[in-house]
């Protein structure tokens, strides 16, 4: 007879189970609400050279006065995934609530290999949620402090109405009072107000750019989670008749590193089909597909200028 294998461990003990609870929790949270609206959009270059065209608008969304809108890069989620993926090392005390899903992707590019686009959407979630919270606050914040300079007014005219009218000041005789009225007086010069075309008032609360994603099956797994893509944008360059030197470099980079190339025309020939083969009762169908063209204009002197623009979907 073989002899038995020895127990190992505490007798009557079993290894304690991975605790999972966060994943749950994570899928299930909700990410937009009736008082809270987000416009997510996806954007990505038509070639490799196209890439570079990010860098105006990220320039611009980072601005401080840009509350309203929030950039989020694959660089970035990959240095948030170094941050808090290592479970060793030390965290801060406030640390967001899911941080654990960081942890399997530090396991995967800590053996070299990708982030998949089911674990990379709910980093993307965990990352939007981090958002949606400080921008509530902000919100909130905002709110109260408005309501409390109408208070302080509101408050004043009131105990004033409360005294004696016959105390009141009367205007002398012979001044006359104008009239508050938003009514426009004939002969008086039409004020046109102006816009600084930024961040609008209306539609949704937040605005989202995505960049660096060049994988089309990422949409439907955002959508798993509840995470609604609104619109992928394909930004790039008008080709004109200019062949400046930075034009000649771009090129001779983009030839230089084919998989690039190969990963974007990937991308953009299978996105049509990710979307319109969508389950039923999908969104992904809503997504817009919409193209954004950088036109070169020629300035004197010195080489053609690159005119950028930031598109908002409201």
């Known amino acids: 007879m073989p002899p038995r294998r020895a127990r190992s461990g505490v007798p009557g003990k079993t290894a304690p189970a991975a605790d999972t609870s966060w994943e749950t929790g994570l899928k299930s949270a909700q990410f937009e609400e009736c008082s809270w ?41 990959v240095a948030t995934i170094h941050h808090l993926g290592n479970p060793k090392a030390k965290r801060p005390k406030d640390v967001a609530m899911f941080h654990e899903v960081t942890e399997q992707a530090m396991v995967l590019l800590d053996a070299g290999q990708e982030v998949p686009c089911e674990l990379m959407a709910n980093i993307l979630k965990f990352q939007l949620l981090q958002v949606k919270a400080s921008d509530q606050q902000r919100m909130a914040t905002k709110k109260g402090s408005e309501e409390k300079s109408k208070a302080g007014p509101a408050s004043a005219t009131k105990h004033k109405a409360s005294g004696n009218r016959a105390n009141e000041d009367t205007p002398p005789a012979g001044v006359t009072v104008e009239r508050q009225t938003k009514l426009r007086r004939r002969g008086e010069d039409i004020q046109t107000p102006k816009y600084i075309d930024d961040e609008p008032e209306g539609g949704p609360q937040h605005y989202f750019l995505l960049t660096g994603f060049l994988e089309a099956q990422l949409l439907p797994a955002l959508e798993a989670v509840g995470v609604h893509v609104d619109n992928v944008i394909r930004v790039q360059q008008e080709r004109g008749h200019y062949n400046t030197p930075e034009r000649r470099d771009s090129s001779v980079v983009s030839s230089e590193r084919p998989r690039g190339s190969q990963k974007h025309c990937v991308f953009w020939s299978s996105l049509g089909d990710v979307l319109d083969r969508g389950p039923a009762l999908s969104t992904l169908q809503d997504v817009a597909r919409l193209c954004y063209t950088v036109t070169d204009r020629p300035h004197a002197p010195g080489p053609p200028v690159s005119y950028f623009k930031c598109l908002c979907i409201l």
């Open 37 to 77: 609206k987000a416009c997510v959009s996806l954007l990505a270059g038509g070639t490799p050279a196209d890439e570079e065209l990010m860098g105006p608008l990220q320039l611009a969304v980072q601005q401080p006065q840009r509350r309203l809108f929030t950039l989020v890069s694959q660089e970035a989620i």
